[in-house]
């Protein structure tokens, strides 16, 4: 059995951004329009959820009381998990992705073997259980790469945040000679040069990050939350995202590595899409790679017409209704018509 979990807010919501506004974050909070903002292609997600992955046993839409009006809530294996519905109150409200995805394995009725999806994240082509697990462990490239951080507020402090637990709790030698071929992969293809390049050093120096559709186990968060509940705790306290003193989901994905609970796959197998360099629309009507993320930016000075150029190709590839969309919506829009 195989869950997909997706998070998802509408930044433009009101009542929402009321709440935001109701509390006053430091100095580090991270502002950005692009980090609440909603393209509005949430259904061709759901539509390409069941066009190419129609095996999925169910679906958790995770989102802090929003729900877009369009959803089928009746559909047989969509949970629409409200934050409060998982989340400790303690934590409560938030507005960093950080304690909202460190504590998905609380959903309830969640299965050990899950697929998270931020809503940036879309299948364009059919895939297999298989792509994602295999003997029940997750298919991922375990590359080594080293952290770099570009300025202050860069994700990159997460990340070594994240991997002084890694190295605090496991050393990357044994790790390796446990597993060398898991680690030194022909599959890795001409990425396997980053992990060759690091393999003197002592520790591990970081991984490469796909930003794509992510395999998790439930079990893995429950193992990090044993062992470093402490920080986790701390963490989700922070209703901003902090840069300094926060881990993030990073943390579980190479826990699992550090553990060998992992399969090789190929670094291929998607495509991660910088909207201001690539051709986004090009890219989902080409065929060529079964999933993407599409990477939002602050620096995006003609929005509107490339988020309708993005909606146009979307439309074209998944043109058919899905059955998480609500017919009664299209009665709705007739009457106004009328």
């Known amino acids: 059995m195989i869950d997909f979990v997706i998070t998802w807010v509408d930044g433009a919501d009101p009542a929402w951004q009321k709440k935001r506004a109701d509390y006053h974050p430091g100095s580090r909070e991270d502002a950005g329009t692009a980090r609440y903002r909603d393209w509005g292609l949430l259904r061709y997600w759901f539509r390409a959820v069941e066009a190419f992955a129609p095996w999925v046993r169910r679906v958790y839409l995770v989102t802090d009381g929003q729900c877009p009006p369009w959803l089928n809530r009746a559909r047989?294996?969509?949970?629409?998990?409200?934050?409060?519905?998982?989340?400790?109150?303690?934590?409560?409200?938030?507005?960093?992705?950080?304690?909202?995805?460190?504590?998905?394995?609380?959903?309830?009725?969640?299965?050990?073997?899950?697929?998270?999806?931020?809503?940036?994240?879309?299948?364009?082509?059919?895939?297999?259980?298989?792509?994602?697990?295999?003997?029940?462990?997750?298919?991922?490239?375990?590359?080594?790469?080293?952290?770099i951080v570009t300025h202050k507020n860069d994700i990159g402090s997460i990340a070594l945040n994240d991997m002084c637990l890694i190295n605090t709790h496991f050393e990357k030698r044994h790790t390796i000679r446990a597993a060398p071929f898991k680690w030194l992969c022909p599959r890795y293809g001409p990425a396997l040069l980053r992990t060759l390049c690091l393999l003197p050093w002592r520790h591990f120096p970081g991984f490469y990050n796909d930003h794509l559709p992510q395999?998790?186990?439930?079990?893995?968060?429950?193992?990090?939350?044993?062992?470093?509940?402490?920080?986790?705790?701390?963490?989700?306290?922070?209703?901003?995202?902090?840069?300094?003193?926060?881990?993030?989901?990073?943390?579980?994905?190479?826990?699992?590595?550090?553990?060998?609970?992992?399969?090789?796959?190929?670094?291929?197998?998607?495509?991660?899409?910088?909207?201001?360099?690539?051709?986004?629309?090009?890219h989902i009507l080409g065929g060529k790679s079964r999933m993407i993320c599409i990477n939002d930016s602050d620096k995006i000075r003609n929005f509107e017409d490339i988020r309708a150029d993005v909606e146009r190709a979307f439309q074209k590839l998944l043109p058919i209704r899905s059955s998480f969309e609500d017919d009664r919506e299209n009665e709705s829009v007739k009457e106004e018509k009328l």
């Not at 934050?83 to 959903?107: C, G, K, V, W």
């Not at 939350?225 to 402490?230: A, S």
């Not at 699992?256 to 909207?275: W, Y």
């Open 76 to 147: 047989p294996g969509l949970v629409v998990a409200d934050h409060r519905d998982f989340i400790p109150d303690r934590y409560l409200p938030t507005f960093s992705a950080n304690p909202i995805e460190l504590n998905l394995h609380r959903l309830e009725g969640l299965a050990e073997q899950f697929v998270f999806f931020n809503d940036d994240m879309y299948l364009l082509r059919p895939v297999q259980p298989e792509d994602f697990f295999r003997g029940g462990l997750p298919v991922d490239d375990a590359l080594l790469s080293p952290v």
């Open 215 to 282: 395999p998790f186990l439930k079990s893995s968060f429950e193992d990090v939350w044993q062992k470093e509940g402490e920080v986790l705790d701390e963490v989700c306290t922070h209703r901003f995202r902090d840069y300094q003193r926060d881990v993030n989901q990073w943390l579980i994905r190479y826990w699992q590595f550090a553990q060998n609970r992992f399969v090789p796959g190929s670094p291929a197998r998607g495509k991660d899409l910088d909207i201001l360099r690539q051709d986004v629309a090009g």
